[in-house]
Each structure stands twice: as structure tokens, then as C-alpha cells.
T-cell receptor, first 112, second 119 residues
Framework: GENVEQHPSTLSVQEGDSAVIKCTYSDSASNYFPWYKQELGKRPQLIIDIRSNVGEKKDQRIAVTLNKTAKHFSLHITETQPEDSAVYFCAATFGTASKLTFGTGTRLQVTL | NAGVMQNPRHLVRRRGQEARLRCSPMKGHSHVYWYRQLPEEGLKFMVYLQKENIIDESGMPKERFSAEFPKEGPSILRIQQVVRGDSAAYFC?????????????????FGPGTRLLVL
């Protein structure tokens, strides 16, 4: 079935360190992989996305890598800052469906 | 360019009442998705609509829940005879077009959500 697994569920890093969150998906036909950041009580906010014809994408301190063979993709945040603290969700679309299947989320805490 | 709008932002209902949640997509977007987020959990897809058409309702509970996106006006998610388990945040997202046929996925932008509390 359509499934996205996300690890770790919680992650604590010191300010300035890097954070990596990993997701695996079940369907090799998946083709779109967005990442959302959600602060407490707020809407999910798209921070970066990648499509299946690309292996890596970077936007300032944020990067996403995709390994289609292994069916996993990762979010990398470098030089973390306290304002990066939030819950991060990965997601994927499966086949021709447009709906997003989300991972269970990673609570990132950046400490001073 | 206004973002996705949802109202009300907070809604309190007693068991057995009806809840109506409204979503106006971003300007130029004609596709709407509804997701539900239980406390401390991820987002679960409920339904995907175009104007006057339900495209995918595979995530909708079989009873008490319905959705529409009329030709004019916002999309409505309706929950009849609410129960305490319906308490959650309901998010709407919109996208500019469907690439279902190409199967490539289109960016979805989320609204601020409606937090439903059933007493």
C-alpha cells in the first residue's frame, strides 16, 4: 500500500550543527516528494520539494536528496538556528494520484 | 495574492451537531484538498476536489462526512452528528492544476486550518 516512513521522530541538535531527517516510501512509481515545516498551531509550510527526475536540490541552508533505487529521500538542514525548531513532515505522491501521503513527522529542537 | 483561506479558525460543537468548514483556494487555483490532523499526529488525506467534481474521496469516512466545491464560492467540508473523535485540525490545501494524467504531482499550499473541538 501507499506508505511513507519517517525517522527520527524527535531530533535535538545544537545551534550551528546539521540536522538530517530521512523518509522511505513504498511505491517505486512515486514521483513527487515535498517537505513541510509546521510550527506549533500553524499551517504546514512548504520548504522544499523534489521530483523523481532529480537527485538533489538545494535552497540556501536546506537540501533534499532522493535515492530512487533505495526509495528514500532525506532533508538536510545546515547551520541550524533556533527558528528551525518545528515539526517537519515528508510526503509523497503515489502513481497518478495527486494526494499527498505524509510521514509521521520529526520534531526538531535546536538548542542554544 | 492572498493565500489559502479557511474559516472559521476555531469551531466548538457539541456532540450530535453539524460542523461546516470552509476553504477558499489561492487565486488561480482550481483544485482543493482536505487533510485532517489529529493531536500530535501527521496529516491524513481526506478528499480531493475540483470545481463541481469530487476527484478522490478515498480518505473520507463512509458516514457523516461530505465535501463539495461548487462553481461559485468556497469548498465546504461538512461533518454531521459530530462525535468527540472528530476533534482535530482540518487543513485545506490548493494547487493550480492537476497533473494526474502525467502523474507528476503539483505543489500544494496549505491554509491556516480549522481547529474543531467537539464537547
Amino acid at each position: 500500500g501507499e506508505n511513507v516512513e519517517q525517522h527520527p521522530s524527535t531530533l535535538s541538535v545544537q545551534e550551528g550543527d546539521s540536522a538530517v531527517i530521512k523518509c522511505t516510501y513504498s511505491d517505486s512509481a512515486s514521483n513527487y516528494f515535498p517537505w513541510y515545516k509546521q510550527e506549533l498551531g500553524k499551517r504546514p509550510q512548504l520548504i522544499i520539494d523534489i521530483r523523481s527526475n532529480v537527485g538533489e536540490k538545494k535552497d540556501q541552508r536546506i537540501a533534499v536528496t532522493l535515492n530512487k533505487t533505495a526509495k528514500h529521500f532525506s532533508l538536510h538542514i545546515t547551520e541550524t538556528q533556533p527558528e528551525d525548531s518545528a515539526v517537519y513532515f515528508c510526503a509523497a505522491t503515489f502513481g497518478t494520484a495527486s494526494k499527498l501521503t505524509f510521514g509521521t513527522g520529526t520534531r526538531l529542537q535546536v538548542t542554544l | 495574492n492572498a493565500g489559502v483561506m479557511q474559516n472559521p479558525r476555531h469551531l466548538v460543537r457539541r456532540r450530535g451537531q453539524e460542523a461546516r468548514l470552509r476553504c477558499s483556494p489561492m487565486k488561480g487555483h482550481s483544485h482543493v484538498y482536505w487533510y485532517r490532523q489529529l493531536p500530535e499526529e501527521g496529516l491524513k488525506f481526506m478528499v480531493y476536489l475540483q470545481k463541481e467534481n469530487i476527484i478522490d474521496e478515498s480518505g473520507m469516512p463512509k458516514e457523516r462526512f461530505s465535501a463539495e466545491f461548487p462553481k461559485e464560492g468556497p469548498s465546504i467540508l461538512r461533518i454531521q452528528q459530530v462525535v468527540r473523535g472528530d476533534s482535530a485540525a482540518y487543513f485545506c490545501a490548493s494547487s493550480p492544476l492537476s497533473t494526474r494524467k502525467q502523474g507528476r504531482g503539483e505543489t500544494q499550499y496549505f491554509g491556516p486550518g480549522t481547529r474543531l473541538l467537539v464537547l
